[in-house]
């Protein structure tokens, strides 16, 4: 008889906090919806970037997914370019393969972009670590925030509300200093692909 294989726990990632006032990394990715290619370039003119890695399997993911579409179509006509970034190994994680991605993007209704960073390289250059994973850059693309959508958790009763990056985005686009006051995000690890 065949043992059987207890799941491993998932492992509860913070974010890396990456330093306040870091320039964007720029990235050429393909979007999973259009085709079109995707990058910093696509912003041009925007007063803020808002990038977010995020994938279709993770239970943190799901579980602020609708509040994620709707800051999408929240901000549509703002002056705020947004991104969303899925950088899993998609051949052990087949949920967060592109076209997976892309019917998440249909489901879910998403106004911008979604990308799948095959190379992972791009995840590692905003030091990515947790589905999911925000970062909040200005207009001169220096990054103003980083970390949690807000206090709610799969398991904590909290209603997702989106309350901490909102703050972040109307700061942005108010012209005012963003709260540096910024808690980790959580979440399920970035999927690397082995030898990452």
Known sequence: MKEKRTPKPMALTPSTMLPLGT?????QLSD??????????????????????ICRHCPFVKHVQAELAKIGQDYV???????????????????DAPEKLKQMANELGFTFPFCYDESQETAKAYTAACT?????FDG?????YR???DDSR????????????????DAVLASQPVNLDQKP?????IKWKPGK
């Open 23 to 27: 320039t964007a990394p720029n990235f």
């Open 32 to 53: 999973v919806v259009s085709g079109k290619t995707i990058s910093l370039d696509t912003f041009t003119g925007k007063q803020a970037l808002l990038v977010m890695f």
């Open 77 to 95: 006509n703002a002056n705020v370019g947004i991104v969303a970034i899925s950088a899993n190994d998609a051949e052990n994680y087949p949920d």
């Open 132 to 136: 999911p994973d925000f970062f909040l």
């Open 140 to 144: 001169d693309r220096q990054l103003v």
């Open 147 to 149: 970390g949690q959508l």
């Open 154 to 169: 799969p398991s904590n009763n909290k209603p997702v509300t989106g309350q901490d990056l909102r703050s972040a985005l």
């Open 185 to 189: 995000s959580i979440g399920c690890n």
